[in-house]
C-alpha cells in the first residue's frame, strides 16, 4: 500500500505534477509573507481585497459574539440561523431572482445542484473548460454528459439538436461559466441563451469569477447582460470577489425549494458558521453600495493597466485553449466587455511553467504555476490575478519582471 503510494508520487514527480502546500503567515493582501519573505501576490481571487476588510472582519466578530462559532446542525435541523437567512434573501435581491440557497462551498453548490436538476435518461452538456465541480457534479447526476469545445456554439447547437433526436422529451442542462477560471475569458452568454430557448434547454451559469467583477454593483454577467430571467440557475461562490465562503444558488422560489429537498450536499452537512454568512452580507451589502462600486471600478483600472503592459510585452491573453505558447497580442481586446482580473500566460510544458513560477518568485512575486488535471495537459500556464487592491507599481514591477523573464527566454 505504501509503496504504492510512494511509486505514485514518484510519477508524479517524474512528470513534474506534483503539487506541495505553501504556508501563508499573513491576512491575504497584495503582499504576503511566505517562509519568511514578503511576496508581492498575484494569485488570490480576492479581486476586492475584502477577505480582510474591516467590514467583514466586524460583522463576524458580532455575529460570532451572537451566534457563536458553530451552527451545530444542518439546515433542514435545527442549523438554519438567522445570518443564513439574511444572507439568502440578500443575495436574491442583488442578483434579481426569486429566492437564492448558500452551500457551504461553490464546490458544495455545483456537487449539490446539478444531480438534484438531472438524472439518468436526462442529458448535460457542459463547456469543455469547465471547473472541476461542475464536471464533477455533472458525472455524479448518473445523466448522459456530452462535452463542447470551449466557448463553441455551432457545437452546442449540433449537440442540442442531436438531443432532441435521440433524447426528446429528456430534460437538457446546458453547464457553462461567465469567466471562466484558468482562461480569464467569457462565455457568449446571450447566443448560449438564445439556443437554450430555441431547445428549450436549462441553463447552469458558474459566475464565481464574475460576481463582484462584472456588471454594475458586481451582480454578474447575467445581470450585466440583461439576461437574469433567462438564467434558470445562477451559481456563484462568496469565496472570490466577495472574500468570504461559501457558494449560492440564485433561481426560482420552486427550484430552490426543490434544491432544499434534494441537493444532498445542501442536506447532509452541518450550515456553514453563522459568522462567515453574516460576513458574506457584509460583503453583499458593501458592493451594493457607492463606495463598493468605487472599489470595483478601481479593479476595472487595474486590469486595465496589466493589460496594457502585458500587451506591449507583447505576452498578453489570448486563445489558450489551443495550447499555443505565448499567445498573440493582437487577441486582447481592451475594454470591459471581453475582460476580467485572470490573466492566463501559457507556457505549455509543465516544467517550464513551474521554472517560471520559480523564477518570478526568486524576484518575489507569488504567480503560480498551474498544470495537469487543473488545465490540459501541455497547455501549463502562469495565473496573474490582479485585484483593486495592487497599487500601480507593483503591477509595473511584476510586468518588468516578466519582461526581463521574457527576453532571457528569446
Ligand atoms: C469556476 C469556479 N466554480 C466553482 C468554484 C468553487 O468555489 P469554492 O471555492 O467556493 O468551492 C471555483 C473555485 O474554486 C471556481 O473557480
Not at 476588510?53 to 442549523?79: H, P, W
Not at 455545483?110 to 435518461?121: C, F, N, Q, R, S
Not at 490582479?386 to 509595473?396: A, C, K
Request: with cysteine.
Amino acid at each position: 500500500m505504501q509503496d504504492l503510494f510512494v511509486k505514485q508520487l514518484e510519477a508524479l514527480r517524474a512528470a513534474s505534477l506534483d503539487r506541495h502546500l505553501r504556508e501563508i503567515s499573513s491576512s491575504q493582501a497584495p503582499e504576503i509573507e511566505i517562509e519568511g519573505r514578503r511576496l508581492l501576490n498575484f494569485s488570490s481571487n480576492d479581486y476586492l481585497g475584502l477577505a480582510n476588510d474591516s467590514r467583514l472582519r466586524n460583522a463576524a466578530i458580532d455575529a460570532i459574539n451572537e451566534f457563536g462559532v458553530g451552527a451545530g446542525a444542518s439546515r433542514l435541523i435545527s442549523g438554519t440561523q438567522s445570518p443564513h437567512l439574511r444572507l439568502e434573501s440578500a443575495l436574491a435581491k442583488w442578483k434579481g431572482t426569486d429566492a437564492a440557497l448558500y452551500f457551504s462551498s461553490g464546490y458544495a453548490a455545483a456537487l449539490g445542484t446539478i444531480p438534484a436538476l438531472v438524472t439518468k435518461d436526462d442529458v448535460v452538456l457542459l463547456d469543455k473548460l469547465c471547473h472541476a465541480s461542475l464536471i464533477d457534479a455533472a458525472k455524479l447526476s448518473g445523466a448522459i454528459l456530452r462535452i463542447f469545445p470551449h466557448n463553441n456554439l455551432k457545437k452546442l447547437e449540433s449537440h442540442l439538436e442531436w438531443t432532441g433526436r435521440e433524447h426528446a422529451g429528456k430534460r437538457v442542462l446546458i453547464v457553462t461559466e461567465s469567466i471562466f477560471s484558468m482562461d480569464g475569458d467569457r462565455a457568449p452568454v446571450r447566443e448560449i441563451v438564445e439556443l437554450k430557448k430555441r431547445f428549450d434547454a436549462l441553463l447552469m451559469l458558474d459566475e464565481a469569477h464574475a460576481v463582484g467583477v462584472i456588471g454594475p454593483h458586481g451582480r454578474g454577467l447575467a445581470v450585466a447582460e440583461k439576461l437574469s430571467d433567462d438564467v434558470d440557475v445562477q451559481m456563484g461562490t462568496l469565496s472570490k470577489a466577495l472574500g468570504a465562503s461559501g457558494g449560492y444558488i440564485c433561481a426560482s422560489q420552486n427550484l430552490i425549494e426543490w434544491l432544499i429537498n434534494r441537493a444532498r450536499s445542501f442536506i447532509y452537512s452541518t450550515a456553514p458558521p453563522p459568522a462567515i454568512a453574516a460576513a458574506a452580507l457584509a460583503a453583499v451589502n458593501f458592493l451594493s453600495s457607492t463606495e463598493g462600486e468605487k472599489r470595483r471600478l478601481q479593479l476595472w483600472e487595474r486590469i486595465r493597466l496589466l493589460r496594457k503592459l502585458l500587451l506591449s510585452l507583447n505576452v498578453g491573453r489570448g486563445d489558450t485553449s489551443s495550447e499555443r505558447p505565448m499567445p498573440d497580442a493582437e487577441r486582447l481586446t481592451l475594454n470591459e466587455n471581453s475582460g476580467s482580473a485572470i490573466f492566463p500566460l501559457i507556457v505549455g510544458d509543465e516544467q517550464a511553467a513551474l521554472d517560471l513560477a520559480a523564477a518570478l518568485k526568486r524576484e518575489g512575486f507569488l504567480v503560480p504555476a498551474i498544470r495537469y488535471p487543473t488545465v490540459a495537459r501541455g497547455s501549463a500556464r502562469l495565473r496573474i490575478t490582479v485585484t483593486s487592491s495592487h497599487e500601480e507599481n507593483q503591477i509595473r514591477t511584476l510586468c518588468e519582471a516578466i519582461k526581463k523573464m521574457n527576453n532571457r527566454a528569446k
